[in-house]
C-alpha cells in the first residue's frame, strides 16, 4: 500500500509536505520520499524507512527541500517520487497503485520509442517509472494520465508536481480516495483527508472517480471531470484507514463502531457465547470492539496492551516471519484481565491466521478460560488485483484457500468459492469449523458482507468488495 501528499503554497512548502507525508506513515513501511519545485528547480529527497520513521530520516533533508511546491509519499514498494526528463517538460511523480500488465506495458513503451528502464533490486521495474513513460507517450500530462490509468490493469492514482503547479488524478474507479484542503496561502493534496488538519487546512472537496485537477496556490481546477462509476475499496474503513480518516464522507471510526455494533447484534441470538469482556486486537480491531461492547452491554477490556515506544508501527517488518515475532513482542498481556476470563476478542480480518493463533495461545497461557474470535470482516477468498494490500505472492497463503483446496482440490470453480462465500451454505460453516478448528478458537463468526456493506453506508454496487466475494 502507500500514500501520498501534494502541497502548492505562496510561501515554502517544506514543513506541510513534510509533516503532511509523515501522516501517511500507517499506510507503508519500506520508502519515503519528498520532491519540491522552488527557485532552484527541483530536489528530492529518499530513504528507507523499514527500521527508523519517516521523520527521523528526513528531519536533516528539510533545509535542501525548499520551494513553494511539492509532493510526499510513502511507499510500501518501490522508491518514490521520481524525477523526470521528457517532451513534456520536467517533473516529479509519485503514485499509489498497482499493475498487473507489466510486462505488456513495457513492451508497448519499447514499442513506442522508450528506449529503457532503470531496473530496482531484485531486477523488476519501477511501477512509477513506468506509469511516467506511458505518461510521456501522449503530447500532454492529461493526455498522458488519462492513456496510463486506461493502459493499467489494476488502479492507479497519482501526482505529477510540474513547475506551475500540481496534477492530482484518482484511479478511474476511484479505487483510492484524494482529497483537497484549502487554506489562506496555499492548496494541498491528501490520500488521508485527516492528514492536513493541524496544519491549518479545511476541506474543500474530494476528486470524484477518474477526476484529474491542478493544483496552484490559488486553488484547484477541475481539468477532466470525475466518472460515474465507483469502486471505493471496502477494506479502507476494515482496516487501512486511520481511525480520523473520512472517505466518501464516511469516517473510519465511525464505521468501526457501526460494524462491531452488527457483529453484537449477531451473537445476541447465539445464547452460548457469554464472553465476561470484549477487546479489540489493537489498532484496527479496537474500535470493533467498542462498537460490540457498547451495543451488547459487556464490558470492554484491554486484556493486552500494544508496546509501542520502540515499536509503534503496525506493518514493521518487512519480512513476513519477522513481523509475526514483532506482533507477538508488541502485545504485553494483562493477566488481571484474562485469568479464568471468557474473552471474545475482534481483528479486522484473518489472513494467514497465523498472527491471530499465536495471539490466541498467548491468551491461554496466560489464563484465559474461553477466546471466541470475530473478524470485522468476512472471510477472504480472493488476492487483491488492485491495491498492494498484502506481500502474499500467492492466494493459497489465505488460511481460507488451504482449507478449501484441502476440501475440494487445486482446481476449484469460481461456483464452488462462491458457495463458500455464501454464509447461509454448508460449506461456509464447514470452513468456519476447520478455521476455528485449527486456530485453536471457541467459537469463530465472521462479519457477514452485507452487514460489512451496511456499516460502511454506501450503495454496494459503489464499493469493491472482490476480496471477500469476486465483485470489484
Known amino acids: 500500500m502507500g500514500g501520498i501528499f501534494g502541497v502548492a503554497s505562496k510561501s515554502s512548502c517544506t514543513l506541510d509536505l513534510f509533516f503532511g507525508t509523515d501522516y501517511h506513515s500507517h499506510l507503508g513501511t519500506r520508502r519515503g520520499g519528498m520532491a519540491v519545485y522552488g527557485e532552484n528547480g527541483f530536489a528530492r529527497s529518499i530513504h528507507n524507512i523499514e527500521n527508523t520513521p519517516f521523520r527521523t530520516k528526513f528531519d536533516g533533508d528539510l533545509d535542501e527541500l525548499e520551494g513553494r511546491l511539492g509532493i510526499g509519499c510513502i511507499s510500501d514498494t518501490e522508491p518514490q517520487p521520481l524525477l523526470v526528463q521528457s517532451h513534456l517538460g520536467s517533473f516529479a511523480i509519485t503514485t499509489v497503485g498497482k499493475i498487473n500488465n507489466m510486462e505488456e506495458l513495457v513492451n508497448l513503451s519499447f514499442k513506442n520509442g522508450c528506449t529503457h528502464f532503470l531496473e530496482m533490486s531484485g531486477g523488476s521495474i519501477n511501477p512509477t517509472e513506468m506509469v511516467a513513460s506511458l505518461i510521456n507517450q501522449k503530447s500532454s500530462i492529461v493526455e498522458g494520465i488519462q ?19 500540481i496534477f492530482a488524478a484518482r484511479d478511474k474507479l476511484g479505487r483510492t480516495p484524494i482529497v483537497i484542503g484549502k487554506k489562506s496561502d496555499a492548496y494541498c493534496a491528501s490520500f488521508e483527508s485527516f492528514a492536513y488538519l493541524n496544519l491549518g487546512y479545511e476541506t474543500e472537496r474530494e476528486l470524484g472517480p477518474g477526476e484529474i485537477a491542478f493544483l496552484t496556490a490559488e486553488g484547484c481546477e477541475t481539468l477532466v471531470k470525475p466518472g460515474n462509476e465507483m469502486k471505493i475499496c471496502s477494506f479502507l474503513w476494515v482496516y487501512y484507514g486511520y481511525p480520523t480518516s473520512t472517505y ?10 457501526e460494524c462491531g455494533k452488527k457483529l453484537a447484534q449477531h451473537d445476541a441470538g447465539r445464547d452460548h457465547v457469554k464472553p465476561d469482556l470484549v477487546a479489540g ?23 493486552f496492551i500494544k508496546y509501542t515506544p520502540t515499536w509503534p508501527r503496525s506493518f514493521m517488518p518487512t519480512h513476513q516471519s519477522q513481523r509475526n515475532l514483532i506482533a507477538r513482542m508488541k502485545l504485553i498481556p494483562v493477566e488481571a484481565l484474562i485469568k479464568n476470563k471468557s474473552l471474545l476478542l475482534i481483528d479486522d480480518s484473518i489472513v494467514r491466521g497465523t498472527q491471530l493463533r499465536e495471539t490466541t495461545e498467548f491468551l491461554y497461557n496466560s489464563g484465559a ?5 470475530r473478524p470485522a470482516c468476512p472471510p477472504l477468498l480472493f488476492g ?7 506481500r502474499s505472492k500467492s492466494e493459497m497463503d489465505l488460511i481460507t484457500r488451504r482449507i478449501i483446496a484441502k476440501r475440494e482440490g487445486d482446481n476449484v470453480s469460481d461456483k464452488v ?10 460449506n461456509y460453516k ?16 465472521y462479519h457477514r458482507l452485507d452487514d460489512l456493506t451496511a456499516s460502511i453506508g454506501l450503495s454496494p454496487c459503489k464499493m469493491c468488495t472482490y476480496c471477500f466475494n469476486h465483485q470489484g
Open 384 to 390: 487483491c488485483p488492485y491495491l498492494n494490500f498484502s
Open 281 to 303: 486486537v489493537p489498532d484496527s480491531g479496537t474500535a470493533h470492539a467498542i462498537g460490540y461492547a457498547n451495543e451488547s452491554g459487556i464490558p470492554f477490556s484491554r486484556p
Open 147 to 165: 492513456y496510463a490509468q486506461e493502459m493499467i490493469d489494476g488502479s492507479m492514482t497519482l501526482f505529477v508536481l510540474t513547475p506551475k503547479g
Open 369 to 373: 478460560k474461553e477466546v471466541h474470535i
Open 430 to 445: 464447514e470452513m468456519l469449523e476447520e478455521i476455528g478448528k485449527q486456530l485453536n478458537f471457541t467459537t469463530l463468526h
Open 417 to 426: 468459492l462462491a458457495d463458500y462465500a455464501d454464509p447461509d451454505s454448508t
Open 248 to 257: 466518501e464522507g464516511i469516517n473510519v471510526e465511525e464505521m468501526r463502531y
